[in-house]
């Protein structure tokens, strides 16, 4: 049994900052990977950020590169998305996934378990 716990999102006003948690449970500590995606309405889910869990590598989405960091605590098996600068477009809700991709990391097939999600609402 896994589960993803995502917590830390707000209604925030243009410009301010949250930091997101994704709380694992389970047989949680051995992934490959670990992302955080976004869905809003009527849009397609989308990768925003990704970190390879051998290697420590990060990727993300272009629109949020520079505002966004992905991090991870390997102890306590909680990995991190701190979302600054936010603006109206970054409304959506947040999602955190974890799997075993090894490329292509900000697709969705990469992973095999998702969170429930956590709702970010920029004004």
């Known amino acids: 049994h896994v589960q993803l716990v995502e917590s830390g999102g707000d209604l925030v006003q243009p410009g301010e900052s949250l930091r997101l948690s994704c709380a694992a449970s389970?047989?949680?500590?051995?992934?490959?990977?670990m992302g955080w995606f976004r869905q809003a309405p009527g849009k397609e889910r989308e990768g925003v950020a990704a970190?390879?869990?051998?290697?420590?590598?990060?990727y993300y989405l272009n629109s949020v590169e520079g505002r966004f960091t992905i991090s991870r605590d390997n102890a306590k098996n909680t990995v991190y998305l701190q979302v600054n600068s936010l603006q109206p477009e970054d409304t959506a809700m947040y999602y955190c996934?974890?799997?075993?991709?090894?490329?292509?990391?900000?697709?969705?097939?990469?992973?095999?378990?998702w969170g429930q999600g956590t709702q970010v609402t920029v004004s």
């Open positions: 389970g047989h949680s500590n051995s992934f490959a990977c």
């Open positions: 970190i390879d869990t051998g290697d420590g590598s990060t």
């Open positions: 996934a974890a799997g075993l991709g090894q490329l292509f990391l900000l697709r969705a097939d990469a992973y095999k378990y």
